[in-house]
């Protein structure tokens, strides 16, 4: 089973331009970002290498990063308004 992309260009590739330019000039975009990707990037290794965790704990990992996404596309709608 291939699984989805959900790093941020992936989902939003109509700002990559305002990406490149939040992670360099905001400091609060830049921290969400990093813990977005991090989240990702765990879940993933969970999912690829069917890892031991609940599937509670799992779903909790995936709500954060909704919501995180969620802010950061906030941001990033503002930013190009």
């Given amino acids: 089973m291939e699984l989805q992309q959900h790093d941020l260009h992936h989902e939003f590739p109509e700002y990559n331009d305002a990406i490149h330019v939040l992670k360099t000039g905001n400091h609060h975009f830049a921290r969400l970002f990093d ?3 991090r989240l990702n990037k765990d879940i993933r290794r969970i999912e690829e290498n069917d ?3 609940t599937d509670e704990a799992l779903e909790d990992m995936k709500k954060l990063r909704l919501k995180l996404k969620d802010e950061l596309h906030a941001m990033l709608r503002a930013h190009k308004a």
């Fill in 35 to 37: 813990e977005y990707h």
């Fill in 51 to 53: 890892e031991p965790v």
